[in-house]
């Protein structure tokens, strides 16, 4: 029998939300994401990243085992699940639970009420995974419901660059187990948490625990500020930050039921599957004898079980597998059984499964028997996301053969038996060892055989296994170096102690494949366990793995080192097992084998609610939950790519350089042009060349590259076709020719030697005489510091859709920017159309950061260009690679400082040179300088300041704005600077930092004099909450009782000024129209992109006109209601179109006045009907400007700022000193926000910007190659922080009684200035090293780069270990640091 006899079935048949598709028409290259988005038009899942890595695709798959008569539900990445696959199955959509329309699940309420979405586009996602989990619990068996640990693990694969996720936790904490334990129920108040109680509800609340009434409360558990009864909160604070009583209680039995004929029949289970498509055909064969069949006639084909490897490989490394075969049908790669020493898992056992079965084998068996198995749970702990292990088995991990696979090491050490098995040749068992893996992702499977299963041993009483992975975020990341180690003992007959009889050691990441230490574990053999083998062992590791200075992957220091750290760690622990009570390893030294756990989220947060006579139905200073949150949670609202297809829409795919610097010799479209669907191809030649440049402010970038590429990313053209995938797939046959230029300048070091810096960038910003300060200061210290960059990653990428009108003589241009008027304005200039035919309209964006302020403007323009002349609409929207390698991010900055000061720290002088990495073109790095050198001194006096600043000219994509725009780089030298001072003076920085800080009234070096300053205020409010002095003694306590894990204190105070610092922009404009229904529609210059600006301005023309918010709606942003706005970016979004809307709300409410005065009890309506019919205009228009500001640089005059938004942070930290990993243990903040106009929606800016502030200063490093090619192109090589990164007690107080008398209603802005409080994090870091080098002698100032990741951690340390690690500098390095 071959495949070709056989009946086979075309057709794909699966249930979507409880409808049946079947489609005989479909290509196998097609993801369930592609198919449900575009064939379904169910685009409420959306598309983050294509590579598994965000979850913002996740949907949940139900699947009926006709064996154990059970229902599955599992989360799973649609991005990376083939259409294909879920034949026979049941997919459910965010779409498919609930809608505003028909009423919303309990996870779509819960989410959105309790602010737990801001832009929303990471929110269907978040709300299937959770979905997914109860689904999975209460049809689990016990119908339980689940924990903060099963949640935990349910967010593992998701993403949200926004919230900060604290909120996300504490909206559905109310759907937890513990939840229901601890009394359930009650609404949240002011200053506690949703749980009512700032108390972590897994170690037990005062409402459970008793507590309340013995001792006051949970305070004892740690709660100090979240407490209910923690003292904190001011008479009349009884406000709610969501009101978890009105949570309808999740009802399990009200789900919709499984599609039954999935459950009466197997049939579409049991069918051989050929699907076949123009270049792929997928084959789901049933028996292993098919599938033998196919492999022998297929030997090049593609095993598809989780595509998990094969799909990323599609995506992104432009694989094309002509054939796939799907396995999971064939019931021997799905058997699980016992075996005589061990336990056999099936080849397509997905990891999940296995999880479950050894958690199973670890609770039933006796201990000895479970080491290797629990080294297994305890990785897949660390592996990846939920959605992946979900669907990823076994067999594709072993078959892939990374040299970073996290399972590989421990089944080599364990020496674990794989079934081989072919057509022809049979089944053989081999074992896995170093010879295993041949080459880089090579083994000694031959084509024609398939990996049937593989056998896991158990272990016995003499022997100790464990396994290590150190990666750079905890979860869902890869590994930098894993390692497993089997050491077999056993006890002669006249020795005292054991000796080791057996060893296997093997290590990922240190090689091309996964290696076993052969050399080194011979080291072990017949030796005792004890210090002297520490030495043998870390000698041999140094000799048999090292690693070229160039190795792919980088931080060779650190991967080494990290081979010796991993060992010493098992090392500690053995020990420890072996010897018991009878040689005891010191406490300090057994911190060695403790490892970072993750720790359940406590939080509080404390804001001033406002007044008892503040009347019911003004709504300002209240915490409504953003307006579109309800959407956002269902899938309902629309992004730009979320938009139905327009008739005769065509789609646009970019051609980017590939070349930092060089010439293009030629670009030959005539491949692309030849696909069939292909419309054309456009570039320099479609555009005159005179309209060809575009820029923010400076016109000097092509729109496409006419001759010479200055860096990677650039747009050289651009394909034209009828769908997405003949776009995409057309574009990459775009042949580019090139002629390499020279210099390529990718470093800020490099330009400085080379002087390339963008004109008119070089500037000082000086004030009193830092010379004459610095020789009359007792101490000069010197330093100097980098900071890399950071990679917007907002969830949604640009994206635009542009549809001609009138035949082309007007233009409609719907895309995701900060900066409407922008777009109208560059399509205008390239394209010679005025203005006015042009409309820009935005509904809400992705997120932007300022990401989208400027850099949008490279795909719209191309976008536009190709829609005239095509005269059709055409769309785009980025691939994540695409939008992280074109659009650029934060600025690296280099500072060198120099700081005078008297003998008690206070500061005398100081002068800093900076430097910034600015990439190829200007774009707003000028702007983002000026603001870096405003900043330079953060919050503190500093009476002599000399600041001089340039912005390199490299050749890297160019860097643009993001929240903070040069500030938190600024800042971040000043506290480095002092930093250096305690070092040097051996005392608190803290102490330096609050004898320095700016008082009212004090000037700057700008001379703008402080006016309500509430700096102190602020930092004292966070000394006291945080505890700091009685927390730094409990610290030192720790560090002395700790050799190897070590803890950081630190406290930051920030002030950052408000205003676009070029004048113009500080302008803005609002339309509001009332209708004869009363209703009213506002549109104003700002862009809703999750801040909830919309919110809040719907919430001042509520109080000014005196409605409720429900009459008010905002539509769009658009170019043809409010012109010539400025980027709603600088933080002054509220600040400035709250003052259009309130003025264009009281000219409304000013002509309507005199039908209230004549009918005042009549209602809203009866008074805008009595206008219309008295022929009064009903819609206004608002300006405003702000006023008083505007500064010269020539004379160092006038007011760049137009008030200060002050803050402080203090955070403490914990870090392993052998791996560099480190946890927040706990953050508090305290702001001022003045009078906020809404406290739900300012604490989420607070803990987002915080969150993104913390990946910046930690965890978010791109990695570029030294010819300027960017490595980090997701977030599988770029790491955000995920859900667990969030300190574990995180505490916000809005500081009380504190207006501000120039902005929309008393309130601050709150965007950018919380982001830098985050630096507290990396501080606390600083300081938790500096007891770490101490241990060794070394004392005084250091240099630590950010971000502090765990390479730098680790290597900053400094030990024994580190010290045998050689690296030979003179080498190029695989990667270099912009
Ligand atoms: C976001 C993300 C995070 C990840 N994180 C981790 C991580 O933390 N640690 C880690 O180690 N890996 C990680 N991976 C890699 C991947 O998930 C694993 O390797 C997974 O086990 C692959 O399984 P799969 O079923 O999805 O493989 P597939 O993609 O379906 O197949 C992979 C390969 O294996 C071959 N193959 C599969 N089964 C057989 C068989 N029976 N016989 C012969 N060949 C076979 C296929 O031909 C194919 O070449 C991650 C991947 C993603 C996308
Ligand atoms: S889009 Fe699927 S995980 Fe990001
Ligand atoms: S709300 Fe999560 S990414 Fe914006």
Known sequence: MTPSTMVTHQEVVFYVNGKRVADNNINPEWTLLYYLRNKLRLCGTKLGCAEGGCGACTVMISKYDHETKKVVHLSANACLTPVCAVHGQAVTTVEGIGSTKRGLHAVQQRIAAAHGSQCGFCTPGIVMSMYSLLRSCSTGGSGHKPSMKDMEIAFQGNLCRCTGYRPIIEGFRTLTEEWEQ????????????????????????????????????????????????????????????????????????????????????????????????????????????????????????????????????????????????????????????????????????????????????????????????????????????????????????????????????????????????????????VTMNGSFFTSYRKNIVKPDEILLSITIPCSHEMMHFKAYKQARRRDDDIAVVNAAFNITFEKPANAHYPVVQKATIAYGGMAPTTVEASSTAQVFIGKTWGPHLVEDVCNALVEELPLSPDAPGGMIAYRRSLTLSLFYKFYVDVYGKLYGKDKMLSEREKSAAQGLKNLHPQSSQYFQVVPPDQPKMDPVGRTIPHLSAYKQATGEAVYCDDIPHYEHELYLSLVLSTKAHAKLIKVDASPALAVDGVHGFISASDIDPKRNNFGPIVHDEEIFVSSTVTSTGQVIGAIVAVDQPTAQRAAKMVKVEYQDLSPIIVTIQDAVAKESFHKGTQRTLKNGDVDGAMKSSVHVIEGDVHMGGQEHFYLETNSAIAIPREDGCELEVICSTQHPTEVQKLIAEATGMPANRIVCRVKRIGGGFGGKESRGALLALPVAIAALKFNRPVRCMLDRDEDMVATGGRHPFYGKYKVGFTKEGKMLACDVQFYNNAGNSLDLSASVMERAMFHCQNAYKIPNIRCKAAACKTNLPSNTAFRGFGGPQGMFFAESMITDMGAFMNVDPAKIREMNLYQEGDKTHYNQVLEHCTLKRCWSECMERSAYEQRRKELNDFNRQHRWRKRGLSIIPTMFGIAFTAKFLNQTGALVMVYTDGSVLVTHGGIEMGQGLHTKMVQVASRVLGIPESKIYISETATDK????????????????????????????????????????????????????????????????????????????????????????????????????????????????????????????????????????????????????????????????????????????????????????????????????????????????KYARSEVGLKGPFRLDSPATSARIRMACQDEFTKKIIVNEDVTPWNIVP
Not at 1219 to 1229: E, N, P, W
Request: hydrophobic share 35%.
């Open 182 to 429: 601890c009394g359930s129920r009650l609404p949240a108040l002011n200053g506690t948490t949703s749980n009512g109680c700032g108390n972590d509800l897994a170690n037990g609340c005062c409402k459970s625990n008793g507590q309340a009434n013995v001792n006051g409360c949970c305070k004892t558990n740690g709660a100090v500020n979240g407490c209910c009864n923690g003292g904190q909160m001011a008479p009349g604070d009884v406000e709610i930050l969501f009101d978890s009583s009105s949570f309808k209680p999740y009802d399990s039995s009200q789900e919709p039921i499984f599609p039954p004929e999935l459950q009466l029949s197997p049939v579409l289970d049991q069918q051989y599957l050929l699907v076949k498509g123009p270049r792929v055909s997928w084959y789901r064969p049933t028996t292993l004898e098919q599938l033998l069949l196919l492999k022998r006639n297929h030997p090049q084909a593609r095993i598809i079980v989780g595509n998990t490897e094969v799909g990323v490989e599609v995506k992104f490394k432009n694989c094309v597998y002509p054939v796939l075969i799907n396995p999971t049908q064939v019931k021997e790669l799905l058997v699980i059984e016992d075996t005589e020493g061990g336990i056999k898992f099936g080849s397509s056992v997905t990891l999940n499964q296995i999880d479950t079965v050894l958690k199973s084998k670890i609770d039933s068996l006796p201990e000895h028997k479970t080491r290797v198995f629990k080294a297994i749970v305890e990785m897949l702990h660390w592996f990846a996301g939920k959605q992946i292990r979900n669907v990823a088995a076994v067999g594709g991990n072993i078959m892939t053969g990374s040299p970073i696979s996290d399972l590989n090491p421990i089944f080599i050490a364990a020496n674990c038996k794989l079934e081989l098995v072919s057509k022809d040749g049979g089944c053989r068992t």
């Open 1122 to 1329: 409010v012109p010539n706005t400025s980027a709603t970016a600088a933080s002054s979004g509220s600040d400035l179109n709250g003052m259009a809307v309130m003025y264009a709300c009281e000219t409304i409410k000013e002509r309507i006045k005199p039908y209230i005065d004549a009918n005042p009890k009549g209602k809203w309506e009866d008074w805008v009907s009595a206008a219309y019919f008295d022929r009064v205009s009903l819609s206004a228009t608002g300006f405003y400007r702000t006023p008083g500001i505007g500064y010269n640089w020539e004379t160092n005059s006038g007011d760049p700022f137009n008030y200060f938004t002050f803050g402080a942070a203090c955070s403490e930290v914990e870090i392993d000193c052998l791996t560099g990993d480190h946890q927040v243990l706990r953050t508090d903040i305290v702001m001022d926000l003045g009078e906020s106009l809404n406290p739900a929606i300012d604490i989420g800016q607070v803990e987002g910007a915080f969150i993104q502030g913390y990946g910046l200063y930690t965890l978010e490093e791109l990695t570029y190659s030294p010819t300027g090619i960017l490595y980090s192109r997701g977030p599988g090589a770029y790491k955000l922080p995920g859900f667990a990164d969030i300190p574990a007690q995180f505490n916000v107080s809005l500081l009380r009684g504190a207006k501000n008398p120039r902005a929309v209603y008393s309130s601050k802005a709150v965007g950018e200035p919380p982001l830098f409080l985050a630096s507290s994090v990396f501080f606390a870091i600083k300081d938790a090293i």
